[in-house]
């Protein structure tokens, strides 16, 4: 898992950022917040609920705040930086005793760490676009391109507008391809917040959540 994540961190760069990639990312840090869950159902009971509780907000508050702004092209830390800092008080309250309970800390700690990791790669590639050059060159090339079809002497002028629409159609999806992939959080093509919502996570977005829980949401979102 975490070697994948590594791989996406390093693959990550604005010339070969691309939706594949950022999934990826969010895959990997939604995976290292599953993985903290799992490993804190072995703590007890109130360092347990202490935990769960940091990571139902975390969820809450990347979906339900973070996103949005994402999908605006207005990524910020601050909108999770609470619940981070909120998810490392957590686990430092908690003192493991025993080679069992110091195992389920390690590797709580340590997704946690990765967890970080992904976070800022996600937001960062929230946060950058598409070299200055290369937007000349795919825009720049699209206004050369249409114009000269126009060159092309057919003799039925039906086939002759034909063929430039077929190129213009295709440059044009093309250009709504480049910005679909430039901005991953935004659009029809946008990557998906659902890994948050599965497996492990799902217990924080049932009707059923604990008491508590509410609570903690209402104070993410307010931020």
Known sequence: MRSTASS??????????SWKTTQGIVAAEASDLATLVR??????????????AAVGAYSHAVVEVQWPLMREGRPSYEATGAQTHALYQALMAYEPQGPRAET???????????????????????ETSLPVLLQVLVYGGALV???????????SLKMQLLFVSAVAGLIGFSLLLVVALDRPFAGD???????????????????????????VREQSTSR
């Open 8 to 17: 996406s961190r390093s693959s990550s760069s604005p010339c070969g950022r």
């Open 39 to 52: 490993s804190a159902d072995a703590f007890p009971a109130a360092d347990r609920a202490r935990v769960h």
């Open 104 to 126: 389920f800390y390690g590797e709580a700690a340590s997704s946690l760490n990765d967890l970080n990791s992904q976070r800022r790669a996600r937001i960062t590639m929230a």
């Open 145 to 155: 391109i249409v114009p000269l079809t126009f060159l092309f002497g057919l003799r």
């Open 189 to 215: 093509l946008s990557v998906s917040p659902a890994p948050y919502k599965e497996a492990a996570l799902a217990r924080f977005w049932t009707a059923d959540t604990p008491a508590d829980q509410p609570q």
